[in-house]
């Protein structure tokens, strides 16, 4: 999908995604001292208004205009600070200043989806988090929800490899399970396993 193609989605709900963090997201931060943080495909700005909340000084950058927009009205409802920046996420260059990145659910093809881990990696300061989860390959056959295109697919070895070459300490890299509902047909819920890819590391000298 587009940068149109988003507009139109985010425009035609009043959320569409949860307006609570990412829970492996907030799993792998919760213990960081605030910083400067980047949330790079950030959408409605669940995660970043989440880090803002928590005393992280937060960029917000998506190619939705109408998705930061949704994200600059919770967030002025809530007395947040978050900077809003419609652009690119694979090509956004802010310079290496940042103490945390998170790139949550940026399904795209293999190559534009390196180029966003590169950028996303570049923009880490020295001993910088960079956080990734997004539907794992697996999920395809294993799971539930999520996109059913493989191409736009990816395990943690992948995503390793998108930054070979870069110096970085692996905290984890691995398959995590996701626990989702849906209705069962009889006015309850039924959960159901989603499986994604989670990468976290740290930026080396």
């Known amino acids: 999908m587009d940068a149109q193609a988003w507009d139109a989605r985010y425009a035609a709900t009043d959320l569409v995604w949860s307006a609570t963090p990412n829970q492996f997201v907030e799993a792998e931060t919760s213990d960081l001292p605030p910083g400067r943080a980047l ?24 190619f939705s ?15 947040l600070a978050v900077s809003w920046v419609c652009a690119d996420a694979t090509s956004f260059d802010p310079g290496p200043v940042h103490d945390l990145v998170v790139v949550a659910y940026l399904q795209l093809p ?11 990696f570049a923009a880490l300061a020295l001993g910088g988090h960079l956080v ?44 995590v399970a996701r626990a989702v509902h849906a209705d069962d047909g009889h006015g ?7 499986w994604d890819a989670l990468l976290h590391v740290v930026r080396n000298a």
């Open 39 to 62: 949330d790079l495909a950030a959408g409605e700005g669940r995660n970043a208004l989440w880090l803002a909340s928590r005393g992280w000084t937060v960029t917000a950058v998506d």
């Open 110 to 120: 293999e190559d534009e989806r390196r180029a966003a881990l590169r950028a996303a």
């Open 132 to 175: 990734v989860v997004g539907h794992d390959s697996s999920n395809l056959s294993e799971g539930t929800g999520g996109p059913q295109d493989p191409a736009v697919l990816f395990n943690a070895e992948e995503l390793l490899g998108d930054l070979d070459g870069e110096r970085f300490r692996v905290v984890r890299g691995e398959r």
């Open 188 to 194: 309850g819920e039924a959960e159901l396993t989603a």
């Open 65 to 79: 205009a109408v998705g930061l927009d949704k994200g600059r009205v919770r967030a002025d409802a809530a007395g």
